[in-house]
C-alpha cells in the first residue's frame, strides 16, 4: 500500500510503528541497518530536491532507523539526519500557508501534507528529544569526573553544540504552530496527540536542571513562547496546569523557571486564566498531603513567592483559594501566602487613594500577617518580620498600623528563636530609619511639646463651645461631652494635696453662694476644669449649709459626690439663662439683637476658618501622640535589645550594635547607654563583631559634620569627651582600644591631633574638664603611635606637672597615663637585642613627680591617693634605678609626717601623753607604701628578670661566636639539652631564684625601708578598735594585702590576720577589699591559701551586696583558672543563682556557663551541690532549689552523663534523711533530659523510690518524667513508658491506702514496702555504692567533718572568741587574729605553673 494512501497515528511509543494497528494505519516497513542508514539517508536528501517535504512520505523508515540506533551511529550521520529535518520542517513551514490558503485542495493532497507534517514534526521532536537525553547523560558523567575540559568533550563527541541547535528548532515548532494549520484535518480539529506531541518535549527539555543557567537562557524563552502559541491556539489549559502542577511537584529548579513563563503568558499573551487554574490546582492540595511531601511543598511555595512578586494584582483575585494553607501544617506554604500577601500590599494596595474594597483587602491582609507573627513555627515569624520590614522600608505600612506593628516586633524581641530575635531588630531598625514622625525621636521632648499642643487644642475647643449657638445645645448634652474629660481631671486632682495659690482670697466674706455656682458654671463652661473642682472644693468649706453645697452624702465616694454636685451646678437653673448669655450682659445691650444676627451672617467665613484651624490642631495633636507613643516603644525596646548585645550569635550581636548607631543617630536618648554597652565588645574574639564595633564608632564619631576640617575636629572631640564623662575605667579602655585602632589605619585627620594639643596647652579656650579630657584622648591616641607622646614629653610634663597651687591632681593624673603610653610594658622577648626604653633618674618629669607627691602629701586631698598611685606606676615603669627615687619619696612623706607628729605634741608638754597624727595623713603614708611595694616587685618579676633574660641570651651568644668549630661539636649530651631547651630552663630557673630570694630575704628585712613600715601596718591592722576610721581601714587592709605579695613567709605569718578581718570586719568596703587581696594571694601561693578556702566561699552568703559580688568574681577567676580546689562549696556559688540582685545573678549564670565548657565539671559536682541546698540545717527553700536545679541541671546534655544521674540519684533516695530531700530528688530526676535508655535505668532502681511515691508533688514529678517521655518516643519505646507509668499509679495508690492504715491506728505495725521487702544480692550491691559513694552521702553539719579523723573532738570543744580591741573593755591591746586551733593544720599542694609561665 502507498505510504502517501496510509493515515499517519502518531505513535505513543516508537514501538507502535513496527504493528499494524487498523485499516489505512501507517507501519514501519523495515528498520534498516547501520550499514546502510548512510545510503538511504542521502537518497532521502535526493528526493527531497525532487518533491518537497513530501519525500518524508517515501523515507520516513529511514529517519525512523536512525532514530532506532541512535546510541550506535556515528555522530556524523546524527547531525547530518538533524541538519536535513531542520531545512526539511523549515521548507514545509514556508509552503504551507500557500497550500493552506488554495480552496481547490483535493482531500488526497490535505492528507499527504497532513501525513507528511506530522512526520516531519514527529522526527523532528523524536530527534530532538535523544539529542537531548544523550547531552544530559553526557553532563551528568562530567559532572562526576570533574568539570574540567567538559566543553571540549561534549564537542569531540557531537562535533557542534546542543545547545546552540535547541533554540532554532524551537522557533521553528513556533512558526508552523502559529500558521491555521487545523484546515488539514477533518472539521478543522487538531488531534490531541499533535499538540501533545509538540509541547511534550517542551516539558522534557524543562525536566533539565541546567534549564535555569543564564546560557540557556534563550531556550527558555523559546520553549516560553512555543507553549504560550499552544495555550492561545490549541487549548492547551487544561494539560498546562496538570503538567506545572506536577513539574513543581518533581523538580525543584523549575519554580522560576516556571514563573516566568506563566507571568509572560498571563501579561504579553492574555492568558491570566491560567494563574487561576494553577493556584486553584495548588490550593486543593490537601495540606495534610503536603506537610508529608515536603519537597513538592517547597515548589509550590517558591512558585507562588515568585509570582506574587511578578503579577501581584492577577494573582489577588485567587488569593482566597490560597486561605487554607495557612491553617496547614507545612510553613513553607504559610510563608508563601502571607509573602504573596506582603507583595499584593506593597504593589497593588499601596497609597492614600485607595477605594473602600481595596482598603479592606488591605487591612485584611495586614491582618493576618499581624495574626502570624505569633505562629507556631518560627520561620514563620521570622518570615512575618522580615515582610514587615520590606513594608515599612517601602513605606507602605499605614500610620494607623504603626504601633500595633512595633508592639508585635518589640514582643519579639523575647522570642527563643535567634533568627526571631534578629529579624525583629531588623525591623525596629527599619521602623526608625522610615519613620514619618521626626528625625529626633526623645520621649522627653515629645512629651513637652504634645503637652503643649494639646493644652493649645482644649483652649480652641473651649473658645468654640463659647462662641457657638448655646441655644442649640442643651445643658446635659453638654454635660455628657464634658464628662469624660472631667473626671480624669478630677481623678488627678484628688489624688494631690490641696492648692492653696490658687484659691481665691476673699471668696469668704465678699461671696455668696449663688455667685460662686455661677463662676463654677462659667469655668465648666470654659472648659477651665480644674479651676472649677479647685473652687468647688473650697466652696465646700465656706457654705456647709447653702444649697447645693450641702447636699454631698459623706458616705458615697469623693469622686461621685463631686462629680455629682458639679452636674447639679452646671445643669441648675440658671443654666439656660448663663448659656444665652454667657457674659451677664444681654439685657443691657439694647439693640443687641440685630448686632448679634449681623455680626453670625458677617461671620461665617471665620467661623469656616475656625474649624479648619480646629481640624488641624487636632490632626498635629494626634500626630505628637503617635509620634510620643512610637518614641515610648523604641525605648522599651531599647531595653531588651541592650541585653541581647552578649548573645552567642554572632548575627544577632552585629543587628543589635547596628540598631543602637540607627537609633543614636535619631537621637532616642537611651541608645547612648547602648553605645557605650557595645564597648567591651572590641575584644571579641569574633572579627565579625569587632569589626561591627568598630564600624559602629566610626560612623558615630568618625564623620561629624563641619564646614571645615578643623570643624569636624572640634565635633569629633566634642563627641568623644562626652564619652569619657563619668567612664569607668573598663570603659576607658575599650575606648582606647578603638582609637588605636583608628590611629594604626590613619583614620584619625592630624587636625584632630592638633586641636588636641591646643586645648592641652590651653592656646584655645577651653574648660578644665575639656583639658583633661582633651590629654586622655592624647593618651590613648599614643598607644596606636607612641611618637604623639614621645615627641613631646617635656610639653606634657609642663601641662599637668608644672609648679602651682593648688595642684590639678585629676590633670597629672591624665598626664602621667598619656606619657606612659610610650613605654613597653611587655616583658621583654628573648629575640630583643637592644635594651628598653628608660629614662635618667635626673629627668625633668622624675623631679616633678617626685616633688608633686611629697608636696601633696601634707594635704587632705582626695585625687592625691590616685595620682600618687600612677606616678608610682610611671617611675617603675621609665626611670633608671625607680627604686632609688620611691626611696626617696617614701623617706621625705615619712619625714614630713613625724614632724607633724612633733608640731602637734610639742605645744602639750606632757611627755607621757602618746603622739598623734592626723589620720589623712597615716592613709596616704601607708597608701604609699603599698603601691611602691607592689610596684617593686613587679619591676623585680618583670623588668630586671627580662634584663637578665637579655643579657643571658647576648652573653651566649657572645661565647659563642668565640668558639671554634671543633669546640662545638665536642660534646654530644650539651647538643642534645640545647636543642630540647634544657639549658635555657635552668637560666630561667636559677634567675628566677634569684629574684624569688630578694623578695623573700631583703624587701621586707634588714634596714630596707619598705620593712620599716611593716610594725606600724600591722599595728593600725590588729587593732581596728584604736583606728576605727573606715577609709584608714580600708587602706591599712589594702597595703597589708601587696607586701604579703612580696614575701611567701610574711604572707604566712599574716593569713591568719587577714582572714580574720575577712570574717569579723563590720565594713564591706574593707571586707570587699580582703577578698580581692587573698584572690591575688591565691594565684601567687596558691598552697598557703588552699587551707583557707571554706573561708572564701563563705563570702558569698555575706550580707552586704558589695561583698557577696566581689566574692563571686574572684571565686570565678580562681575557679575558672584552676587555682582553687572545685569542692562541694560550690553549691555556694550556685546560692548566688537567686539572688535578689540582678548583676550577681547574671554572674552566677555566667560562671556556670563557663564551667560547663571545662569537661565533666558541673556533672562531678551536681551530687555535692544537691545534698548541700538540700541538707535541712544549711541548704535553701524548695522553690529556690528548684529554680538552681533546672539552671544546673540544663548543663547535662551527654546520654552517659544522664544515665548515671539517674541511677545515682535513685540510690541517693535511700540516705535521703526528710521528705524534703525526697521531693528535691524527685525534682532534680524530673529536669534530667531523659531517654529510653535513662528510663530504663529508673526502672531498675525503682525500689529505690517507689515507698516515696505517696507524696503527691514527688508523683507529679514523676508523672512529668512520663509525659517529656512520650512526647518525642518511638513506638517500640511506649511500651517500656506504660510499664513505668502503670508501676507510678500501683505504687502512688498503695501509699494512700498506707496513709488511711496510719490514721485508723494501725501504723505500729505497719513497715514501709522497701523494708518489708527481703533483702537481696543486688540490694547489697545498691546499698554498698551508696555508703561508698562520697558525692551522695548527705554531708555531716559541718563542712570539715569529712576531712580529719579528728574532727569530732573539735567540733565539740568551744572555740575561744575572737573580738577586736574596739569591743575590750579592757586597755590592753588585744590582737585581732585567729587563734592557733582555728587555723587549718593540713596543707593540700597544689601544683604551680613553671616559674617561666608564671612570670610572664
Given amino acids: 500500500m502507498s505510504s502517501q494512501l496510509c493515515e499517519f497515528h502518531l505513535p505513543l511509543a516508537p514501538e507502535e510503528l513496527l504493528k499494524s494497528g487498523g485499516v489505512n494505519q501507517y507501519v514501519v516497513q523495515e528498520v534498516l541497518s547501520i550499514r546502510n542508514l548512510p545510503s538511504q539517508l542521502r537518497a532521502f536528501q535526493a528526493a527531497f530536491r525532487g518533491k518537497g517535504p513530501l519525500a518524508m512520505l517515501e523515507h520516513f ?3 525512523y532507523s536512525i532514530l532506532h540506533h541512535f546510541r550506535s551511529i556515528d555522530p556524523g550521520l546524527k547531525e547530518d539526519a538533524l541538519e536535513f529535518l531542520i531545512k526539511v520542517v523549515s521548507r514545509h513551514a514556508q509552503e504551507l500557508p500557500a497550500i493552506l490558503d488554495d480552496a481547490a485542495l483535493s482531500v488526497s493532497d490535505r492528507c499527504a501534507h497532513l501525513n507528511a507534517l506530522k512526520m516531519n514534526c514527529y522526527a523532528l521532536i523524536r530527534l530532538l528529544e535523544s539529542f537531548e537525553t544523550t547531552t544530559s547523560q553526557t553532563s551528568l558523567v562530567d559532572l562526576d569526573l570533574g568539570g574540567k575540559g567538559r566543553k571540549s568533550r561534549a564537542k569531540s563527541a557531537h562535533g557542534f553544540e546542543w545547545e546552540e541547535k535547541r533554540q532554532p528548532i524551537l522557533q521553528l515548532l513556533t512558526q508552523l504552530l502559529q500558521l491555521d494549520i487545523r484546515h488539514l484535518w477533518n472539521h478543522s480539529i487538531i488531534e490531541e496527540e499533535f499538540v501533545s506531541l509538540v509541547t511534550g518535549c517542551c516539558y522534557r527539555l524543562l525536566e533539565n536542571p541546567t534549564i535555569g543557567h543564564q546560557k540557556n537562557r534563550p531556550t527558555r524563552e523559546a520553549i516560553t513562547h512555543l507553549l504560550g502559541v499552544a495555550l492561545t491556539h490549541y487549548n492547551h489549559m487544561l494539560s498546562a496546569t496538570v503538567k506545572i502542577i506536577q513539574m513543581l511537584q518533581h523538580f525543584e529548579h523549575l519554580a522560576p523557571v516556571l514563573v516566568a513563563a506563566v507571568s509572560l503568558w498571563a501579561t504579553d499573551y492574555g492568558m491570566k486564566s491560567i494563574v487561576g487554574e494553577i493556584v486553584r490546582e495548588i490550593g486543593q492540595k490537601c495540606p495534610l498531603e503536603l506537610s508529608r511531601d515536603p519537597s513538592g511543598a517547597k515548589g509550590f511555595a517558591a ?27 507545612n510553613y513553607m506554604m504559610r510563608n508563601a501566602v502571607l509573602a504573596a500577601m506582603a507583595e499584593m500590599v506593597l504593589q497593588v494596595l499601596n497609597g492614600d487613594e485607595l477605594e473602600e474594597a481595596a482598603r479592606e483587602t488591605r487591612d485584611q491582609f495586614l491582618d493576618t500577617l499581624q495574626a502570624h507573627g505569633h505562629d507556631v513555627n518560627s520561620f514563620v515569624r521570622s518570615r512575618v518580620l522580615q515582610l514587615f520590614s520590606r513594608i515599612v522600608q517601602q513605606k507602605a505600612l499605614p500610620l494607623a498600623r504603626f504601633q500595633a506593628v512595633v508592639a508585635l516586633a518589640v514582643g519579639r524581641l523575647a522570642d527563643k528563636s535567634v533568627l526571631v530575635c534578629k529579624n525583629a531588630i531588623q525591623l525596629l531598625a527599619s521602623f526608625l530609619a522610615n519613620n514619618p514622625f521626626s528625625c529626633k525621636l526623645s520621649d522627653t521632648d515629645l512629651a513637652g511639646v504634645l503637652q503643649k499642643e494639646s493644652q493649645k487644642l482644649q483652649e480652641m475647643r473651649a473658645e468654640r463651645q463659647t462662641a457657638a449657638a448655646p441655644a442649640v445645645l442643651d445643658p446635659e448634652e453638654e454635660w455628657e461631652a464634658m464628662l469624660p474629660e472631667l473626671k480624669s481631671t478630677l481623678q488627678q486632682l484628688l489624688k494631690l494635696p490641696r492648692e492653696e495659690e490658687e484659691i481665691p482670697a476673699e471668696m469668704a466674706t465678699t461671696e455668696t453662694p449663688e455667685v460662686v455656682k455661677g463662676r463654677i458654671r462659667q469655668l465648666l463652661a470654659k472648659a477651665n476644669y480644674k479651676q472649677a473642682i479647685v473652687l468647688t472644693r473650697e466652696a465646700l468649706g465656706h457654705f456647709p449649709r447653702s444649697e447645693p453645697f ?5 458616705e458615697e465616694p469623693e469622686e461621685t459626690g463631686f462629680l455629682n454636685l458639679l452636674g447639679t451646678i452646671f445643669k441648675g437653673p440658671g443654666a439656660s439663662i448663663q448659656e444665652k448669655n454667657p457674659q451677664g450682659s444681654a439685657e443691657n445691650m439694647g439693640p443687641g439683637q440685630t448686632d448679634c444676627k449681623d455680626k453670625s451672617n458677617v461671620s461665617e467665613p471665620e467661623k469656616s476658618r475656625g474649624r479648619d484651624e480646629l481640624v488641624k490642631q487636632e490632626m498635629l495633636v494626634q500626630y505628637l501622640q503617635d509620634a510620643y507613643s512610637f518614641s515610648l516603644k523604641i525605648t522599651e525596646a531599647i531595653g531588651i535589645i541592650s541585653k541581647m548585645m552578649y548573645e552567642n550569635t554572632t548575627t544577632v550581636v552585629q543587628e543589635v550594635i547596628e540598631f543602637f548607631v540607627m537609633a543614636f543617630q535619631f537621637g532616642v536618648p537611651q541608645s547612648l547607654l547602648g553605645v557605650r554597652r557595645m564597648l567591651p565588645l572590641i575584644w571579641s574574639k569574633e572579627h565579625g563583631v569587632r569589626e561591627a564595633v568598630l564600624n559602629a564608632y566610626r560612623q558615630l564619631y568618625l564623620n561629624p559634620k563641619g564646614d571645615s576640617a578643623r570643624a569636624k575636629a572640634h565635633a569629633l572631640i566634642q563627641n568623644l569627651s562626652l564619652l569619657l564623662v563619668d567612664a ?21 585627620k592630624p587636625a584632630v591631633t592638633q586641636l588636641l594639643w591646643e586645648q592641652a596647652t590651653e592656646k584655645v579656650p577651653c574648660s578644665p574638664l575639656e583639658r583633661c579630657c582633651s590629654v586622655m584622648l592624647l593618651g590613648m591616641m599614643a598607644g596606636g603611635k607612641p611618637e604623639i607622646v614621645g615627641s613631646n614629653l617635656d610639653t606634657l610634663v609642663s601641662i599637668g606637672l608644672d609648679e602651682r597651687f593648688p595642684q590639678d591632681y585629676r590633670l597629672a593624673q591624665q598626664v602621667c597615663h598619656a606619657i606612659a603610653s610610650i613605654s613597653d610594658r611587655r616583658k621583654p622577648s628573648l629575640g630583643k637585642r637592644h635594651p628598653p626604653f628608660r629614662l635618667p633618674q635626673e629627668h625633668r618629669l622624675f623631679e616633678r613627680l617626685q616633688e608633686m607627691v611629697t608636696k601633696g602629701f601634707v594635704h587632705p586631698d582626695p585625687l592625691w591617693i590616685p595620682f600618687k598611685e600612677v606616678a608610682v606606676t610611671l617611675i617603675y615603669q621609665l626611670a633608671e634605678g625607680p627604686e632609688v627615687i620611691c626611696a626617696r619619696i617614701l623617706q621625705g612623706c615619712a619625714k614630713q609626717a613625724l614632724e607633724r607628729i612633733v608640731e602637734k605634741s610639742a605645744p602639750q608638754g606632757d611627755p607621757k601623753e602618746t603622739p598623734v597624727l592626723s589620720t589623712f595623713l597615716l592613709i596616704n603614708l601607708l597608701s604609699l607604701a603599698g603601691d611602691v611595694a607592689l610596684q617593686q616587685l613587679v619591676h623585680l618579676e618583670q623588668a630586671v628578670s627580662g634584663e637578665l633574660c637579655r643579657r643571658r641570651v647576648l652573653r651566649e651568644e657572645q661565647e659563642n661566636k668565640t668558639k671554634e668549630p671543633k669546640e662545638k661539636n665536642a660534646s654530644t649530651e650539651t647538643t642534645m639539652e640545647e636543642e630540647m631547651g634544657l639549658v635555657g630552663a635552668t637560666a630561667d630557673d636559677t634567675e628566677a631564684e634569684l629574684i624569688r630570694g630578694i623578695c623573700e630575704m631583703e624587701l621586707l628585712g634588714g634596714e630596707q625601708i619598705l620593712a620599716a613600715f611593716v610594725p606600724l601596718l600591722l599595728k593600725v591592722c590588729n587593732n581596728p578598735g584604736l583606728y576605727s576610721n573606715p577609709e584608714l581601714c580600708a587602706a591599712a587592709s589594702l597595703t597589708l594585702g601587696k607586701f604579703c605579695m612580696i614575701s611567701a613567709t610574711f604572707c604566712d605569718s599574716q593569713l591568719r590576720l587577714l582572714f580574720t578581718m575577712l570574717e569579723k570586719s563590720s565594713l564591706p568596703i574593707l571586707r570587699s577589699n580582703i577578698m580581692i587581696v587573698i584572690g591575688d594571694l591565691a594565684i601567687r601561693f596558691p598552697n598557703l591559701v588552699d587551707p583557707w578556702t571554706p573561708h572564701l566561699y563563705a563570702r558569698l552568703r555575706d550580707p552586704a551586696q558589695q561583698v557577696r559580688k566581689t566574692a563571686g568574681l574572684v571565686m570565678t577567676h580562681l575557679i575558672l583558672k584552676d587555682m582553687v580546689k572545685v569542692k562541694g562549696q560550690v553549691s555556694e556559688m550556685a546560692v548566688l543563682l537567686i539572688d535578689p540582685v540582678p548583676q550577681i545573678a547574671a554572674l552566677a549564670k555566667t560562671f556556670f556557663n563557663e564551667l560547663s565548657h571545662k569537661g565533666n565539671a558541673i556533672y562531678n559536682l551536681l551530687p555535692d551541690i544537691i545534698s548541700r541546698l538540700s541538707d535541712p540545717e544549711g541548704g535553701v527553700e524548695e522553690e529556690p532549689f528548684h529554680t538552681i536545679m533546672k539552671q544546673l541541671l540544663s548543663y547535662i546534655t551527654k546520654d552517659k552523663q544522664t544515665e548515671s544521674l539517674v541511677e545515682k540519684l535513685c540510690q541517693r533516695f535511700r540516705t535521703a534523711r526528710t521528705e524534703r530531700q525526697y521531693r528535691d530528688l524527685a525534682y532534680c530526676m524530673s529536669q534530667l533530659p531523659l531517654t529510653e535508655r535513662g528510663l530504663r535505668k529508673m526502672l531498675d532502681n525503682f525500689e529505690c523510690f517507689g515507698d516515696k511515691l505517696s507524696d503527691e508533688s514527688i508523683f507529679d514529678a514523676f ?14 519505646g511506649k511500651a517500656i513508658i506504660d510499664e513505668f507509668e502503670q508501676k507510678l499509679r500501683a505504687c502512688h495508690t498503695r501509699g494512700l491506702d498506707a496513709v488511711e492504715e496510719l490514721e485508723l491506728g494501725q501504723g505500729d505495725s505497719q513497715k514501709t514496702p522497701a523494708a518489708r521487702k527481703p533483702s537481696s544480692v543486688s540490694r547489697h550491691r545498691h546499698l554498698a555504692s551508696a555508703a561508698s559513694d562520697n558525692d551522695f552521702v548527705t554531708p555531716e553539719p559541718r563542712s570539715t567533718a569529712r576531712r580529719r579523723p579528728n574532727t569530732q573532738q573539735l567540733v565539740k570543744k568551744k572555740k575561744p572568741p575572737v573580738v577586736f580591741s574596739s569591743d575590750e573593755s579592757s586597755e590592753e591591746e588585744l590582737s585581732a587574729e585567729m587563734t592557733e586551733d582555728e587555723t587549718p593544720k593540713k596543707i593540700t599542694p597544689i601544683r604551680r605553673a613553671s616559674t617561666r609561665r608564671h612570670r610572664s
Fill in 1263 to 1276: 508523672l512529668s518524667v512520663v509525659g517529656k517521655l512520650r512526647r518525642g518516643a518511638k513506638p517500640e
Fill in 303 to 329: 512558585f507562588l513567592t515568585e509570582l506574587a512578586e511578578r503579577i501581584p494584582a492577577i494573582l489577588m483575585s485567587s488569593m482566597c483559594i490560597l486561605l487554607d494553607h495557612l491553617d496547614g501544617e
Fill in 550 to 554: 450641702n447636699q454631698m452624702d459623706p
Fill in 728 to 748: 569607668s575605667v573598663g570603659t576607658i579602655q575599650c575606648l582606647q582600644e578603638i582609637i588605636c585602632e583608628f590611629v594604626q589605619k590613619d583614620e584619625l
Fill in 61 to 63: 523508515d529511514t529517519i
